[in-house]
């Protein structure tokens, strides 16, 4: 009797110490951040694990969507928490600019991620070289309403190209557009996101299929000089993926993490501390997360302001915010 008695004790001590946890979890977060082919997912993914895991009262919960564009309209209508957003797609948003965004969303920034490489990429045997030979081309610019179509959209300009008229354009996820150029129904395909993308090094892996990535690092001053200086130049470097020998210079905007300015300022300041008191964690999950650093936050990569949250943090570290 007594031994049952002891392992009721145990059970109830066992379920009221469960409901204790739970009880704690008292906000609930999600994180929009893309298709789980590129980058945000698993980065996203790894985030929502590391919050519900070191903030007590938390429970993060991710989001697929089709990326930047569509991650500032779920903030805006109240569907989302937190989002994985480019910052050149975060700036149209936050002003209420270019052809999406009809008014102004109020975004706050909380942590400059990573930088976002712009991808050109075809395959041998299809006569692209450079960004103009996508003239009379099959292309798929990206997902609708995401950050790679607003980038794509951009660099084709750049090079003088009219999207609508020039090339026959796809709107595919990159998943369907590594897919769809394997099989040989598109000539090209633009994806912009970190290195490297699992998807891509799917593609690469293909037997009987060798990739190009084409560079178009010359675009970067004509897009500074219309859109600001959001773009930079970057490379993505010679055996990132199977079958790429040489560097490939590109363009390249930083991707932030952001939330509606509503946000409590305890709940933005605790998800900041979180990231960079748990960084070496977080890049264990996706070798992207090595660059959030401290020093990238005060070197201007947002144009987005931050959140009185984050802005508390990053000044208790000694940085001086722009």
């Known amino acids: 009797m007594r ?25 609930q977060l999600s994180i929009a951040t893309g298709n789980t082919g590129g980058i945000y997912y698993p980065m996203g993914s790894g985030m929502a694990g590391l919050l519900s895991k070191y ?8 989001v697929v969507t089709n990326a930047s564009v569509d991650n500032c309209l779920l903030l805006s209508r109240g569907k989302a928490d937190l989002a994985l957003i480019m910052a050149d797609t975060g700036w149209d948003a936050y002003r209420g600019k270019g052809e999406t965004f009809k008014k102004k969303i109020p975004l706050k920034a909380l942590a400059v991620l990573y930088p976002n490489n712009m991808h050109v990429v075809t395959i041998e045997g299809k006569g692209i070289e450079e960004v103009t030979d996508l003239k009379g081309k099959k292309v798929s610019t990206g997902a609708p309403r995401s950050g790679t179509e607003v980038m794509a959209l951009r660099v084709l300009k750049a090079f003088g190209l009219n999207p609508d008229e020039d090339i026959t354009r796809d709107q595919l996820l990159l998943t369907e557009s590594t897919g769809t150029l394997k099989d040989k129904k598109i000539d090209a395909f633009f994806w912009v996101g970190g290195l490297p993308a699992a998807a891509i090094i799917d593609l690469s892996a293909t037997p009987g299929t060798k990739i190009k990535l084409i560079g178009h690092a010359e675009a970067v001053p004509k ?4 859109y600001g200086p959001i773009y930079v130049k970057g ?5 990132t993926y199977p079958g790429q020998e040489v560097d490939v210079p590109i363009a390249v905007v930083w991707n932030l993490l952001v939330c509606h300015e509503n946000m409590k300022e305890d709940v933005a300041y605790d998800i900041v501390k979180t990231i960079f008191d748990h960084r070496s964690e977080l890049s264990t999950g996706h070798g992207e997360a090595r660059h959030i650093l401290l020093e990238t936050q005060a070197a201007g990569g ?6 009185p949250g984050a802005f508390r943090y990053f000044t208790e570290q000694g940085l001086k915010i722009k």
């Open 3 to 27: 031994r049952l008695i002891l392992v009721g004790f145990v059970i109830l001590f066992f379920i009221f110490s469960i409901h204790s946890i739970w009880a704690q979890k008292t906000v």
């Open 55 to 62: 903030i007590p009262y938390a429970e993060v919960t991710v």
């Open 223 to 226: 897009m500074r000089e219309k």
């Open 235 to 239: 490379v993505i470097p010679a055996k």
């Open 302 to 307: 947002s144009p987005i302001p931050f959140h």
